[in-house]
């Protein structure tokens, strides 16, 4: 895990929402209608979801998830057509360590 990597993909307010969405995401979004009901990526929320709480177009928010993930702060999964984010706790715990250890 690169600090530096995170600490970019936080340099942006829309992503750090995001984040903050996937926390709580039976909150802050409707149901995945198109997630398999046997599915276990729960807490997975559709890019198109992210997109419209957004207002941003699907395709920046798909570039900032794919950041995020490859900082390793999101986790995805893809079905059909579909592509589902969930933030990625253990991630961002080992980043909250590292950024402790640093400090």
Same mark, same amino acid.
């Given at each position: 895990?690169?600090?530096?990597?995170? $600490?970019?993909?936080? /340099?942006?307010?829309?992503?750090?929402? &995001?984040?903050?969405? *996937?926390?709580?995401?039976? !909150?802050?979004?409707?149901?995945?209608?198109?997630?398999?009901?046997?599915?276990?990526?729960?807490?997975?929320?559709?890019?198109?979801? $992210?997109?419209?709480? /957004?207002?941003?177009?699907?395709?920046? &928010?798909?570039?900032? *998830?794919?950041?995020?993930? !490859?900082?390793?702060?999101?986790?995805?999964?893809?079905?059909?057509?579909?592509?589902?984010?969930?933030?990625?706790?253990?991630?961002?715990?080992?980043?909250?360590?590292?950024?402790?250890?640093?400090?």
């Amino acid at each position: 895990m690169d600090t530096l990597s995170i $600490i970019k993909a936080l /340099s942006n307010e829309t992503r750090i929402r &995001i984040l903050e969405w *996937l926390k709580e995401p039976e !909150r802050h979004f409707g149901p995945q209608s198109h997630m398999p009901a046997d599915c276990d990526f729960q807490g997975g929320i559709c890019v198109g979801a $992210i997109a419209d709480k /957004s207002g941003l177009a699907q395709s920046v &928010i798909s570039g900032y *998830l794919v950041k995020m993930q !490859r900082a390793g702060l999101l986790e995805s999964r893809r079905h059909c057509q579909w592509t589902y984010y969930r933030r990625d706790e253990d991630g961002i715990r080992q980043f909250i360590a590292q950024l402790q250890d640093r400090l």
